[in-house]
């Protein structure tokens, strides 16, 4: 199985000659045999501890690095002036006036939400999210109405981040932000996947190209791709590949083992019986699968610094 990964990661099969394998001696070694390799250099092992413990280091933890939002600016006093006017315009829009009783408690909410935000430290990241939103709403690109406890924030509705009336609905503020859990809030924001690298570059072109990175995703052998993967390996036909891996359900809300899809499908023993290797190709896709495949960049999963990640 090992060695059908090998040949998976460099893209090769089995019969290859010229390829890179694994010998019997590729293992990690007792201390005991480490010592009777090294029997005439027994100080070199007793360095390996020396060294061990001089790369002993934790890294130091720290609160979240935030870029400036406004460089010079005033972040407090810029949000609160954005939020006051998001909320006029959201009143507005409802046909209420802003200093009337209707609006009282929308009021009430916004500034308590804003005096526990600026406490927290929290009110250039509010701005740096408003402000990519609003940008990508302006072009015209699809931003959902807002998901997860973010939505429960006046403060956020005001900013134009999510679209959906927290009092109307009864969503409470505690479940997103409270100084009793001190942690980053956390927006859950969709984009359209069709232009969202145009909202990625805005970013990038706002904050610095070397302050801005995408993250990494790492794909995992599903069942039906260890399927295809060992089976091209092995050289095995592709249709009797395909049609196998067509067999295995495919619901990515519910994902199907290749173990529960033996045992669920009667088909496959009859296919097993007739056809030479599918059992050696389920033995061996079986231990494989789950495990990671490649590392790619994440779709939408991006870091801002306030200075060069390089240094971070």
């Given at each position: 199985a090992h060695d059908v990964l090998l040949c998976i990661a460099q893209k090769q099969t089995v019969s290859q000659s010229d390829r890179r394998r694994l010998t019997a001696q590729h293992y990690f070694r007792s201390s005991r045999e480490m010592r009777a390799l090294f029997a005439d250099l027994p100080e070199a092992l007793d360095n390996t501890m020396v060294i061990a413990r001089r790369c002993a280091y934790r890294a130091p933890t720290r609160d979240p690095i935030l870029p400036n939002f406004d460089e010079g600016g005033d972040e407090k006093a810029a949000m609160r002036a954005m939020a006051e006017a998001g909320l006029a315009d959201r009143m507005s829009a409802q046909g209420i006036d802003l200093d009337s009783e209707r609006a009282a408690p929308y009021r009430e909410r916004l500034d308590f939400e804003l005096g526990v935000i600026i406490d927290m430290g929290f009110a250039g990241y509010f701005l740096i999210v408003a402000d990519f939103i609003q940008w990508a709403k302006a072009q015209t690109i699809p931003v959902g109405p807002g998901r997860g406890s973010g939505a429960g924030s006046v403060v956020a509705w005001s900013l134009k981040i999510t679209d959906l009336d927290p009092l109307r609905f009864g969503l409470l503020f505690e479940r997103f932000l409270n100084p009793e859990r001190v942690s980053m809030p956390d927006f859950d924001i969709d984009f359209c996947q069709d232009r969202r690298d145009e909202v990625i570059r805005y970013v990038q072109d706002k904050y610095g190209h070397d302050q801005v990175a995408q993250i990494i995703t790492f794909g995992k052998l599903q069942a039906r791709a260890?399927?295809?993967?060992?089976?091209?390996?092995?050289?095995?036909?592709?249709?009797?590949?395909?049609?196998?891996?067509?067999?295995?359900?495919?619901?990515?809300?519910?994902?199907?083992?290749?173990?529960?899809?033996?045992?669920?499908?009667?088909?496959?023993?009859?296919?097993?019986?007739?056809?030479?290797?599918?059992?050696?190709?389920?033995?061996?896709?079986?231990?494989?699968?789950g495990l990671y495949r490649h590392a790619s960049t994440h779709a939408a999963g991006v870091v801002i610094g306030d200075r060069p990640l390089e240094q971070l």
């Amino acid at each position: 199985a090992h060695d059908v990964l090998l040949c998976i990661a460099q893209k090769q099969t089995v019969s290859q000659s010229d390829r890179r394998r694994l010998t019997a001696q590729h293992y990690f070694r007792s201390s005991r045999e480490m010592r009777a390799l090294f029997a005439d250099l027994p100080e070199a092992l007793d360095n390996t501890m020396v060294i061990a413990r001089r790369c002993a280091y934790r890294a130091p933890t720290r609160d979240p690095i935030l870029p400036n939002f406004d460089e010079g600016g005033d972040e407090k006093a810029a949000m609160r002036a954005m939020a006051e006017a998001g909320l006029a315009d959201r009143m507005s829009a409802q046909g209420i006036d802003l200093d009337s009783e209707r609006a009282a408690p929308y009021r009430e909410r916004l500034d308590f939400e804003l005096g526990v935000i600026i406490d927290m430290g929290f009110a250039g990241y509010f701005l740096i999210v408003a402000d990519f939103i609003q940008w990508a709403k302006a072009q015209t690109i699809p931003v959902g109405p807002g998901r997860g406890s973010g939505a429960g924030s006046v403060v956020a509705w005001s900013l134009k981040i999510t679209d959906l009336d927290p009092l109307r609905f009864g969503l409470l503020f505690e479940r997103f932000l409270n100084p009793e859990r001190v942690s980053m809030p956390d927006f859950d924001i969709d984009f359209c996947q069709d232009r969202r690298d145009e909202v990625i570059r805005y970013v990038q072109d706002k904050y610095g190209h070397d302050q801005v990175a995408q993250i990494i995703t790492f794909g995992k052998l599903q069942a039906r791709a260890a399927l295809r993967d060992v089976g091209r390996v092995l050289e095995m036909p592709f249709g009797l590949v395909d049609r196998l891996c067509k067999m295995v359900p495919n619901n990515p809300a519910n994902p199907t083992t290749l173990r529960r899809f033996l045992r669920a499908e009667p088909r496959i023993k009859q296919i097993m019986a007739e056809e030479p290797g599918v059992d050696h190709l389920f033995d061996i896709a079986m231990k494989l699968e789950g495990l990671y495949r490649h590392a790619s960049t994440h779709a939408a999963g991006v870091v801002i610094g306030d200075r060069p990640l390089e240094q971070l």
